[in-house]
């Protein structure tokens, strides 16, 4: 029996917290920071928002440079211990660690020892959140943000400007291509097991999942539906990672991998299709596109599955800080579920009903018209 990947056992262990109990927490969450920030100087919090740049690229420092997985493995040090053994410089990473404990990614005790907390364990490898960490503090994001006067004042992303299209910049360019992918899969294990958990995927006999990536989500749902075949959908390049991924987490032999672009073509016969974090990555014009694609493969009655993160114009916390993401990066946009309804509804979807779910991403259920 092949041995799992640390991601898909990781995915495998995580369990779905109750909807009412993840809610909850973050509601207080949010009440106790604005309760905190309410008591504190204004000049502070100020200082403390413009104060800490470079926090992303010192997280995916410490991670490349396998500090936690260090510290995982030998306990308390200090930097002059972990400095030995990651070939640093023992003074300056005492303080790009004391930095980030700041930030409760490290603890340092009375004796100058640096210990993992949960945060920091979780830039493991293996670990859930570790690509995604990789991606957004690795050196393209930040060249797209180093260019974000341009992007505020013209409305056009930073990436198409400076290196077209993504998509071909990540075939030409595979470091920075598998470095996506997995930052994608490790950004879609975070939610995969609240997203398979909320709807009866197992009344399908096929599902195809379109621009799947490297198959957490279709893994996570396989699992739980063990009668559902599915089908895969991308690009060449991605497919060698859907490949091991869906054979560590035992799926491989109920999915068809088929290369293909979803703006021209994808396998028509699936009872039901899927598209999670697709749509925010384009315009309306190229969502249109994609969508109208699918329903020229799909039959009458067929379910369209839209996993996105809504964000309607007064939504602030995690949603908008995607959709800005996406503004800089993809040109893409979080949307509404109005916005999303009129889309769906311009390409011949008829949305059914919404699901909340615990995690930002919520689904959307629409059916050919």
Not at 9 to 32: C, H, I, K, N, S
Not at 271 to 295: F, N, P, Q, S
Not at 311 to 327: K, R, S
């Amino acid at each position: 029996m092949a041995t799992r990947t640390p991601l898909a056992t990781a995915v495998g262990r995580r369990r779905l917290p109750p909807l009412w109990v993840v809610r909850g927490v973050m509601a207080m969450r949010a009440a106790l920071r604005r309760w905190a920030d309410a008591l504190v100087p204004t000049d502070v919090l100020l200082m403390e928002h413009a104060g800490v740049f470079g926090k992303p690229i010192l997280l995916r420092l410490v991670t490349e440079m396998q500090i936690p997985d260090i510290l995982a493995e030998r306990g308390p040090m200090t930097a002059a211990e972990i400095a030995r053994l990651a070939d640093v410089q023992p003074d300056m990473l005492h303080r790009a660690l004391r930095f980030l404990c700041t930030f409760d990614v490290f603890k340092l005790d009375g004796q100058g020892r640096f210990s993992n907390t949960r945060l920091s364990s979780e830039l493991t490898k293996g670990a859930v959140m570790r690509n995604a960490v990789l991606l957004l503090g690795g050196e393209l994001n930040f060249q797209l943000w180093d260019n974000l006067e341009d992007t505020v004042r013209t409305g056009a992303d930073a990436f198409s400007r400076r290196r077209g299209s993504p998509w071909e910049w990540f075939t030409a360019h595979p470091d920075d291509g598998e470095r996506f992918v997995h930052g994608m899969a490790s950004l879609t294990a975070m939610e995969a097991a609240f997203i398979a958990g909320s709807y009866p995927y197992g009344q399908f006999r096929v599902v195809c999942d379109v621009g799947g990536g490297s198959g957490v989500l279709l893994a996570s749902i396989l699992a739980r539906c063990p009668d559902t075949r599915a089908i895969l959908v991308d690009r060449a390049s991605v497919l060698s990672h859907s490949r091991s991924y869906l054979a560590d987490a035992g799926v491989l032999g109920r999915v068809e991998l088929v290369e293909g672009d979803f703006f021209e073509k994808v396998p028509p016969g699936a009872d039901a299709y899927m598209l999670k974090d697709v749509l925010h990555d384009w315009d309306d014009e190229r969502c249109a596109r994609i969508l109208g694609v699918i329903r020229a493969a799909a039959a009458p009655g067929t379910r369209l599955l839209v996993h996105e993160t809504l964000t309607e114009p007064d939504t602030t916390g995690w949603p908008a800080i995607v959709d800005f993401q996406m503004a800089v990066a993809t040109g893409g946009r979080n949307r509404s579920l109005g916005e999303l309804r009129a889309l769906l509804a311009l390409s011949g979807f008829q949305l059914r009903r919404t699901i909340r779910l615990p995690s930002p991403t919520s689904t959307l259920e629409a059916l050919v018209a």
